[in-house]
């Protein structure tokens, strides 16, 4: 059996290398003119001051307060904390209607017998 050795052909790239290479090219000198530019007007503005500015550091640090850090109020959690022991306690709601309110497990209990009483489960 034979077999034919046909030509393999590669396909052209659709970018060529030196197209790549100058588009990076181009990039770099974007990215170097980025940096440059601004720190050139930076000195500029300085000599025309006639200061150089501030670096900042590690030894720099923020300006003194004029006042105490102010405490953060968490009024959810002492709502929460206040509506729990209301839950948990007896006290008068109406005393002329004789209205009493009783801790949330006691009145569970009560609706569970009343309602066994009934015939329920």
Request: no cysteine; glycine share 6%; aromatic share 4%.
């Amino acid at each position: 059996m034979s077999e034919k050795n046909e030509k393999v052909r590669l396909e052209r790239d659709a970018l060529s290398e030196r197209r790549a290479l100058a588009a990076l090219a181009a990039t770099a000198a974007l990215v170097v003119l980025g940096i440059l530019i601004p720190w050139g007007l930076l000195r500029a503005f300085e000599a025309q001051l006639g200061r150089p500015s501030p670096d900042v550091g590690v030894e720099a640090r923020p300006p003194e307060l004029l006042h105490e850090p102010m405490s953060i109020d968490r009024p959810a959690e002492r709502d929460l904390a206040r509506d729990e022991a209301v839950l948990a306690s007896f006290s008068w709601v109406d005393r002329e209607r004789g209205t009493v309110r009783i801790p949330i497990d006691r009145a569970m209990e009560l609706v569970v017998a009343r309602a066994r009483a009934r015939g329920g489960r």
